[in-house]
């Protein structure tokens, strides 16, 4: 009984936290590990004190050597328990440590990825800058470079049909004036207006 109450409170102070007193306790339970030790009464005890054995006295020396075995046996186990809450203390420190280091340094490669994308980004700009000073030397305005790529993706009105002389001239043609072609029937409609 004395030792289940022990066992609770080294349990309640191990979970508060209070590593000491749960030692402490723990040292009290291998103590009180123990099987009760038979009486050998007054007649058994008179001839053993003479050197005669006998059935109490046997069951009582067998008793001490199993609870002297037993605390043997309590002792190292919580020798073991002490040395195993260290040595996880001491991995969980490690560990940290570990997972410390390494969060570093993967905060020091992000930190290299992100120089890297706002490097080609401000490359971008410079190229982007770059080929507006090539465009105003040129003689192509900035916006003109800007509006031809937005009017890539917009649909663009059928062209409006020029007058003769002016498509000729666009085109690079010279006519001379007693050498005119045969023409379609919509180029005279085109001459008579």
Do not use: C, Y
Not at 100 to 120: D, H, N, P, S, Y
């Amino acid at each position: 009984m004395q030792r289940a109450e022990v066992e609770r409170q080294a349990t309640r102070a191990r979970d508060a936290g209070q590593e000491e007193r749960a030692r402490q306790l723990e040292v009290k339970v291998v103590e009180l590990s123990r099987e009760p030790e038979p009486k050998i009464g007054p007649a058994a005890n008179a001839l053993e004190k003479r050197g005669i054995e006998t059935e109490r006295g046997n069951a009582f020396r067998a008793a001490q050597a199993r609870n002297a075995e037993r605390r043997e046996w309590g002792w190292r186990q919580l020798e073991l328990r002490f040395e195993l809450a260290e040595r996880g203390r001491a991995f969980v420190a490690a560990a940290r440590e570990r997972i410390g280091q390494l969060w570093q340094r993967a905060e020091a490669a992000m930190e290299k990825i992100r120089e890297r994308v706002m490097g080609q980004m401000e490359r971008s700009d410079r190229s982007a800058d770059r080929e507006a000073r090539r465009a105003a030397v040129l003689g192509r305005g900035g916006a003109e470079v800007q509006r031809q790529d937005q009017d890539i993706s917009r649909e663009r009105p059928a062209p409006v049909e020029l007058d003769p002389g002016r498509r000729d001239a666009i085109l690079g043609r010279h006519r001379d004036k007693g050498q005119e072609r045969q023409s379609s029937p919509g180029r005279d409609r085109e001459r008579e207006r």
